[in-house]
């Protein structure tokens, strides 16, 4: 099997990944609460819970395997919507980029170089992406080709959810989506990924006055790893995004 296709300490029993929602900052709570069937469809794998959806190089690994002491900033970058002094604050982030989801996510591997996947969980709720109070919900379908020691992916990912942008305790439909694309190659002293992301919301309504517009939030990582020893390695990584 390919080094790309397990997170080896996690499964070797390293620390859960426990990044919180943007509305759990400060709390204690359980991060991730899920159920993992293997094989019970042939070379298939369901994941039913709250969990880090396998997507961008970081986002499914354990806290204690993220190379550097934070995930990038396309994992966690909020795009502030709204041009209201009422809305303002209103922060989003793509969900499968930086927060757990809740929901199913299911893992087919035809061949071992080959993992095809399909995500469908809770959208973004006002903030807490846990909830389910959003009405739209959100998809990821995924491809990813894993020969030997080098990695390449697809996905796209799509999230709805509906905001009471009038202040009138109705809702307004909102919808994001967007590609991300990420490699990474892996060789007894070097390693080096990256991810490459691009979401669209379109006809975004910025106000009660109903003013609209198209949302683009772009960025993309590039991490570099050397070993000089067995036990020491210089990591370095370079980053940009544009939030909107």
Do not use: C
């Amino acid at each position: 099997a390919s080094a790309f296709g397990i997170n080896q300490e996690h499964a070797a029993g390293g620390l859960v990944g426990i990044t919180s929602g943007p509305t759990e900052m400060g709390t204690v709570g359980v991060r991730q609460a899920k159920i993992i069937i293997s094989d019970l469809i042939p070379m298939t794998q369901v994941t039913l819970g709250t969990f880090n959806l396998p997507v961008t190089i970081y986002q499914p690994r354990a806290t204690n395997d993220w190379d550097l002491i934070a995930l990038p900033l396309l994992n966690m970058a909020p795009v502030i919507l709204g041009n209201d002094p009422a809305s303002l604050g209103n922060l989003y982030a793509p969900v499968g980029l930086g927060w757990q989801a809740t929901g199913v996510h299911l893992a087919v591997a035809p061949f071992d170089a080959l993992e095809l996947g399909l995500a469908y969980f809770n959208g973004y709720a006002g903030g807490n992406p846990n909830a389910d109070v959003d009405l739209e919900k959100s998809y990821l379908a995924t491809i990813k080709w894993m020969p030997s020691n080098f990695m390449l992916s697809a996905s796209y990912l799509t999230e709805g959810w509906q905001e009471d942008i009038n202040g009138d305790g109705g809702t307004q439909q909102q919808n994001a989506a967007g590609w991300i694309v990420s490699a990474a190659y892996q060789s007894e002293k070097f390693e080096a990924n990256l991810d490459w992301v691009m979401f669209t919301v379109e006809d975004y309504q910025l106000d009660k006055d109903g003013d609209r517009t198209d949302l683009t939030w772009t960025g993309y990582q590039v991490t570099l790893g050397y070993w000089i020893m067995d036990n020491l390695q210089v990591l370095g990584r370079y980053e940009w995004i544009d939030p909107n």
